[in-house]
C-alpha cells in the first residue's frame, strides 16, 4: 500500500520549510519513528520521524526545495497492517509516547453535539482555508469570511456612466450630471508604491492579476517597455549578489521590526572594572565542580542578571497589548543570542534561576554549542523573559541592542579589555567593560531601569554582592 509523508508543521505555526538533507533513499527500509529528512524552518533545523514501516517509494521533494505545509514529501509502500505513528499492529513494536501524544494534540476534536456544520440550514458553505497540520492526518479545513458588500442606496443606479444622457426629474427631463470621474484602479499598495518609485501611470495599464487587478510585474514590464528607447545609455552594470530572504534571518527581520516599532525603547549604559570579575573566573576555573564545563565572564554576567531579577522582578515581564496588562514573570528563562552561519538564534535555558552556578555553567555550554551547529529546536527558543547579548565576542564596546518581542529587557554587554582607572585616587590599568539595557518604557521606567543597571554592575565589579544578595 502506498502512503504519503506531507509535511507537518513541527508546532510553530510554519507555512513552509526547506528541506535541508534527506537520510534516506528510493528502495531503503524503514521503521516507525525512523529519522528520513532534515528541514530548515523559520527558526531551526529540524529533524522529522516516519510514522510507518514499509520501503521508500520515491522521494517527492529535493534537497534546497522549499515545500509547503501539508505538501506530500516522500513515498513510502507499507504492507496490510503494518504499524502507523498512531498505533501498532497486532505484534508490533509499541510506538512511543512522544509520537502518540503530537499526533492526539494535533487531530482536531469532533463537533460539540448540536453544533451546526458550515453551509447549514441552507447557509452558504464558507470558503476553505488550508491549515498546518501534522503529516498523514490531512488538512483541516477552516472558514474565511469576506466583508459583506455595502447595499446600494435606494434610488441610485448601479452604473451613472452607462446612464442615458437624460434622466428624468419630477417628470420632466433634466440634463444628466456629468458621469462620475473614474480612479479606481485594482493594485495593492506595495504596486502603488512600486509604481510611483519607477513613474509609472497605473490608469495606463491592464492588469494580469485576479479581477482585473495590476500586478508588480505589470509595473515592471510597463517601466522597462518605457526605458527600452534609453536602453543603449543606461549605466554599466556593476557586480552585485542577491541572497534570499528566508530561515532564521527571515524570522529575526520580522521580529526586529515588529519589537522595534511596537515597544518604546530607551538603552542606558554603565561602563565599570569588572577586574574582580576576571579573577573570580580564573579561580573557578581552578574547582573541581567547573572541571568538565566552561567557566567564562559570561557565567557570572548570566548570574548578576538572574540575582538582579530576583530583587526587581518588574524587569522580566511582558506587554500584555490585548489585556491592556503587564505580566510578570515568576521565573526565568534566560536568553543568550547567538550568531550562526544560519543567522541569530537566542535559544534560552529554562527555569535558569532554579540552577546551581556548576548547573548554570553546563547549560550555557550546551545551549551555545547546539546553537552553533544548528541544531537548536523551536522550543529552545521559544518562551524567553530576559536575553543576555554578547557583543564583546567581536572586539565591540556597546550597542544599543533590541529587545526580543515579548521581553522587556536585554542586557548587551561588550569587551573586556586593558583601560586606565582610578582606584583609591591612583591611576591603575584595570579590566574594564561596558553594559548597555534596554527596555520597553511601558513597563520600566528610568529609575527601575537603572536601579537593575547598577545592581548587575555591582555585582561584576565585586562578585561577593552575588552571594549577599542570592
Known sequence: MRREFKLPDVGEGLTEAEVVRWHVEAGDTVKVNQIVVEIETAKSIVELPIPWDGVVADLLAEAGQTVDVGAPIIAVETSEGAETSQGAAPGGPAVSEETRALAEDLVPAPPAEGAVEPG???????????????????????????????????????????????????????????????VSVLAKPPVRKLAKDLGVDLSTLTGTGPEGSITREDVHAAAEAGAAPAAEVAAPERPEERIPVKGVRKMTAQAMVASAFTA???????????????????RLRTFRDFADVKVSPLLLVAKAVLTAVKRHPLINSSWDEAAQEIVVKRYVNLGIAAATPRGLVVPNVKDAHTLSL?????????????????????????????TITNVGVFGVDAGTPILNPGEAAILAVGQIRDMPWVVDGELAVRKVTTLALSFDHRIIDGELGSMFLRDVGDMLEDPLHMLAWS
Open 264 to 282: 518604546p525603547h530607551v538603552t542606558e549604559f554603565l561602563q565599570l572594572d569588572v577586574t574582580n570579575t576576571m579573577e573570580t573566573v580564573r
Open 358 to 386: 556548576p548547573e548554570l555553567a553546563g547549560r550555557l555550554a550546551e545551549l551555545t554549542e547546539t546553537a552553533r551547529a544548528g541544531r537548536t529546536q523551536p522550543a529552545e527558543m521559544a518562551g524567553g523573559t530576559f
Open 120 to 182: 447549514a440550514h441552507g447557509s452558504p458553505a464558507p470558503k476553505e482555508e488550508r491549515q498546518a497540520v501534522l503529516v498523514g492526518y490531512g488538512v483541516k479545513t477552516g472558514a474565511t469570511k469576506r466583508r459583506p458588500r455595502k447595499p446600494q442606496a435606494p434610488g441610485i443606479p448601479a452604473n451613472p456612466v452607462a446612464n442615458p444622457s437624460r434622466v428624468e426629474v419630477d417628470g420632466g427631463a433634466a440634463p444628466a450630471p456629468p458621469p462620475p470621474r473614474q
